[in-house]
C-alpha cells in the first residue's frame, strides 16, 4: 500500500518569497511523481512531473527528487497571491497508471 | 484544443434519485478515471478504463457504476444517492502515468 505524506499547512509565505512544498513517500517501487496545484472548488491542473533522481525547472517552479530518501518536494519562486492553492504530491510505479495522491498542502501567497 | 470535459458542471439531485454523470475527451486517452474529492481530502479512485478493461477500486460502493460506451466518453451513475455522496466527481485521462483532469462535477444531495 502506497503512502504519501504531506504537511497539510497552511503554509503561508510573502509575496516574492520562495514557497517550499515537501511530499514524502513509502513505496521504494514509485517511479513517476507529479506535483498538482488546485484551486479552492476547481480541479487539479498538473504543474511539474518528475522521474528523475535531482532537479527539474519549469518557470518559477522547481521539483526536486531523492528517491533514496523517498522524498519529491517542489519550490516556487518569486511566489504570486495567484500561487495560493492547495498543492497535490502525487506518484505513480506500476503498470495500472493509478496515482496515489497526498492529502495535499495548502499555500497562501500574501501580497 | 484537446481537452477532457463534463457534465453538468453542478448536479442537483435528491436522495435516493439516481444520477449520472458524464465526461467525454478529444485526447484520444485510452485510459479513463473516475474520482470522487471531498472537501479538503484527496481525490478517491472510484474506478478507471484501461480501453475497455473496468477495474473497480476494492472499496468502492455497489452504489457506484460506470460505463464507457467508446473512446470518448465515460459515465458515472450513481444508483441511489446518499447525502455522503455529495462531492467533487473528477473525470481524469491518460495513455501512461500523467493523468489529465477535467473541470470536476459538483453534486449536491438533498
Known amino acids: 500500500q502506497k503512502e504519501v505524506e504531506q504537511n497539510s499547512g497552511p503554509l503561508s509565505v510573502p509575496e516574492g518569497a520562495i514557497a517550499s512544498l515537501n511530499c514524502t513517500y513509502s513505496?521504494?517501487?514509485?517511479?513517476?511523481f507529479f506535483w498538482y496545484r488546485q484551486y479552492s472548488g476547481k480541479s487539479p491542473e498538473l504543474i511539474m512531473s518528475i522521474y528523475s533522481n535531482g532537479d527539474k525547472e519549469d518557470g518559477r517552479f522547481t521539483a526536486q527528487l531523492n528517491k533514496a530518501s523517498q522524498y519529491v518536494s517542489l519550490l516556487i519562486r518569486d511566489s504570486q497571491p495567484s500561487d495560493s492553492a492547495t498543492y497535490l504530491c502525487a506518484l505513480s510505479g506500476g503498470s495500472n497508471y493509478k496515482l496515489t495522491f497526498g492529502k495535499g498542502t495548502l499555500l497562501t501567497v500574501n501580497p | 484544443d484537446a481537452m477532457v470535459i463534463q457534465n453538468p458542471r453542478y448536479q442537483v439531485t435528491q436522495f435516493g434519485k439516481p444520477v449520472t454523470l458524464s465526461c467525454s475527451q478529444t485526447l484520444n486517452h485510452n485510459v479513463m478515471y473516475w474520482y470522487q474529492q471531498k472537501s479538503s481530502q484527496a481525490p478517491k479512485l472510484l474506478f478507471h478504463y484501461y480501453d475497455k478493461d473496468f477495474n473497480n477500486e476494492a472499496d468502492t460502493p455497489d452504489n457506484f457504476q460506470s460505463r464507457r460506451p467508446n473512446t470518448s466518453f465515460c459515465f458515472l451513475d450513481i444508483r441511489s444517492p446518499g447525502l455522503g455522496d455529495a462531492a467533487m466527481y473528477l473525470c481524469?485521462?491518460?495513455?501512461?502515468?500523467?493523468?489529465?483532469f477535467g473541470p470536476g462535477t459538483r453534486l449536491l444531495v438533498l
Open positions: 513505496d521504494r517501487v514509485s517511479q513517476s
Open positions: 481524469a485521462t491518460s495513455t501512461q502515468e500523467t493523468q489529465y
